[in-house]
């Protein structure tokens, strides 16, 4: 017969792998959960990406309209409408320093057909700051995104390039 006392710590030494797997467990729980935690969300390329569909795909954008069956054609530019009155018109942001862009339309020769400017003032402003290379806070991130486009001059269809450069602040 084994006493009173020999009993408990039997039972103890038995329950020591258990409190070690117990740890183990919890310690991999805690590591997986920092691992895949989100401490911040990088949205830029979204909204970079967004802001070029707002005027390239929207019913009053820069897609060039048929005037005899008054339907946009996808991927037809009308150099025409690339003005800095439509853009602004085309997008409001209520923040003026949330986001500048340039569209700029390209014949196959890289020849410039059309450009303008959204949010005039805060791109000519950002520009230099972009340029130069200051990343982070006060900074300016700049992203190129280019498209293979057809574009209408003198009822002609015309193969050609559209660059989208947008500036965002750092974050």
Do not use: C, H
Request: avoid cysteine; charge should be positive.
């Amino acid at each position: 017969m084994i006493n009173k006392k020999a009993q408990e710590s039997f039972t103890f030494l038995q329950s020591i792998p258990r409190i070690i797997f117990l740890v183990i467990v919890m310690f991999s729980v805690v590591l997986l959960i920092s691992k895949f935690a989100v401490e911040s969300i990088n949205v830029q390329k979204l909204q970079a990406e967004v802001f070029t569909n707002r005027f390239l795909y929207s019913p009053n954008g820069i897609l060039y309209l048929d005037p005899d069956t008054q339907q946009t054609t996808f991927a037809v530019i009308d150099p025409a409408k690339i003005t800095n009155q439509n853009l602004d018109k085309l997008m409001n942001y209520s923040e003026e320093f949330f986001i500048a862009g340039q569209v700029s339309l390209y014949d196959q020769n890289n020849n410039l057909v059309s450009s303008a400017i959204y949010n005039n003032k805060t791109f000519y402003r950002w520009i230099p700051i972009a340029r130069g290379d200051i990343s982070g806070q006060g900074g300016v991130k700049e992203s190129n995104i280019t498209k293979s486009v057809q574009y209408v001059q003198e009822n002609n269809k015309k193969n050609g390039l559209l660059l989208v450069t947008i500036l965002q602040p750092g974050r």
